[in-house]
């Protein structure tokens, strides 16, 4: 079965500052994973996506995110974070078509002044 | 905005209720995914059609159904409502079942339900 683990359940972090969420998955084949973030209020948006190829990847808002497969990994990147990123951030894990995707717990990043 | 259109926003009912929620997805995409999200369970996987027919099955209780019509939205009933279906439920929509490699699932804003 798949599976995503978010480990950090809360992040403070300053303005300005970078920022890294963790994403690790389970998945018996090679995993198409996803990042989306989720503001008060509002559906959750499509910030990146990992299908093949080149393991880091580049999305909206200034995020990245490298795909390590040897730690199962996914883990998502801001150099400099803006107020405005405050929100959850879910890690997801999906395969070929037909799969449904499996989201881990959430991150909470809360952006410090 | 995602082009998923999720209908009512709010929902306020009883226990032991009956209540419809409505998706409309992006023009042009077949699937249609339902999720429930809750504090203590998170995002959970209900249920996906694709043109029409179920396609998977999540953790979908008995008392919750779902279809998909030939105009591609699709209704989430969800009866014999109970405390713990308190949440936000949300619709995706996405071209074929998991969306290809250029197109993953695209959101709705959810409909938030709360049952007293």
Redesign the interface.
Request: proline share 0%; hydrophobic share 35%.
């Given at each position: 079965a798949q599976s995503v683990t978010q480990p950090d359940i809360h992040i403070t972090v300053s303005e300005g500052a970078s920022l890294e969420l963790r994403c690790n998955y389970s998945y018996g084949a090679t995993p198409?994973l996803?990042w989306?973030v989720q503001s008060p209020?509002?559906?959750?948006?499509?910030l990146l996506?990992y299908?093949?190829g080149d393991t880091l990847v580049q999305g909206i808002k200034g995020f990245e995110a490298e795909f390590k497969r040897s730690q199962s990994s996914f883990n998502l990147r801001k150099p400099s974070v803006h107020w405005s990123d405050a929100a959850e951030y879910?890690c997801a894990v999906?395969?070929?078509?037909?799969?449904?995707?499996?989201?881990?717990?959430?991150t909470r990043v809360l952006v410090k002044p | 905005d995602s082009g998923v259109t999720q209908t009512p926003k709010h929902l306020i009912t009883a226990t032991g209720q009956r209540v419809t929620l409505r998706c409309s997805p992006r023009s042009g995409d077949l699937s249609v995914y339902w999720y429930q999200q809750s504090l203590d369970q998170g995002l959970q996987f209900l249920i996906q059609y694709y043109n029409g027919e179920e396609r998977a099955k999540g953790n979908i209780l008995e008392r919750f159904s779902a279809q998909q019509f030939p105009d591609l939205h699709s209704e989430l009933n969800l009866s014999s409502l109970e405390l713990g279906d308190s949440a936000l439920y949300f619709c995706a929509s996405s071209p074929r079942s998991l969306g290809g490699r250029s197109s993953p699932l695209h959101f709705g804003n959810g409909t938030r339900l709360t049952v007293t």
């Open positions: 198409y996803f989306y209020c509002q559906g959750l948006q499509l996506k299908f093949s879910f999906g395969g070929a078509a037909g799969n449904k995707l499996t989201f881990g717990g959430g | -």
